[in-house]
């Protein structure tokens, strides 16, 4: 079916339609239609293909002339209602403050967040982020637990929301195709909810009493979630005591940790249930 809206051409900046893809402001986002759910922003085809695969609903598009008729064609005629706004790539960058290499952007509506609940129902293995503030590195355990056979991801109510726009970026969509939800309690209360639900628990941590994430005894566990802390402070040390275990990635040639996002791609590769 193609296109009813013809795509239209930015000549004024600060149209009010615009002011999504111009606000640095991810809070604004998330409250822009308070009391009702605010809007995310999804960037490059790929990504928007995903969200709209996911049943996320677009509120408009923003995409490089070259686009339109290129590689986010079939995105325009999969939404033939929604409003396309276009423009040069230098226009567009005046417009968002940044270069848009991807040359594509959507505004879309956020939905209700799930319940903690609902995402542990048949997951077996968890990944679970005490704190997490850094978005890329929010979006990059998101790819890797999609990527490596992890069921769902629980945030602490401290950590960076997984549909800021770095964070959906750099995790490829993925935010959109593995469950999430947020802990309706902090540290460490949240470990004795997750034993309630039947997880045992493995603190990302170094610690004299810590085993290797190659132990046999956490791959034998049929329900376990992996728990990892902030970039540098590492997990409060109230959540590593109360859990199960405390979990170490073997290093060599004096290194003593890694990334938390790339530290999350060992662990889940190596704890994924076979």
Known sequence: MPNQNQPIEITDLDLPE????????????????????????????????????????????????????????????????????????????????FKLTLGAMCAMRRRPCAKPEEVLQGASRVAVLEDIMNQTNVGAIFRSA??????????????????????????????????????????PDY???LREKGFATAAMALRNDTVSVDDPRLANEERLAVILGTEGEGLRGETISACDYTIKIPMYHGVDSLNVAAASAVAFFSLAKK
């Open 146 to 187: 999609a990527a490596l056979g992890f069921d769902a991801v629980l945030l602490t109510p401290a950590c960076s929301d997984p549909l800021y726009r770095r964070s959906v970026r750099v995790s490829m969509g993925t935010v959109f195709q593995i469950p999430w939800a947020y802990l309706e309690c902090s540290p």
């Open 191 to 193: 470990v004795d909810f």
């Open 18 to 97: 615009l002011v999504p893809y111009r606000t640095t402001s991810e809070v604004q986002l998330l409250r822009y239609y308070e009391p009702e759910q605010g809007l995310f922003i999804a960037e490059s085809p790929k990504v928007i293909r995903r969200a709209l695969d996911a049943g996320y609903q677009p509120e408009s598009f923003l995409i490089d002339k070259k686009f339109v008729t290129g590689q986010a064609s079939d995105i325009i005629e999969r939404c033939p209602d929604i409003p396309v706004y276009t423009a040069s790539a230098a226009v567009l960058s005046e417009l968002t403050g």
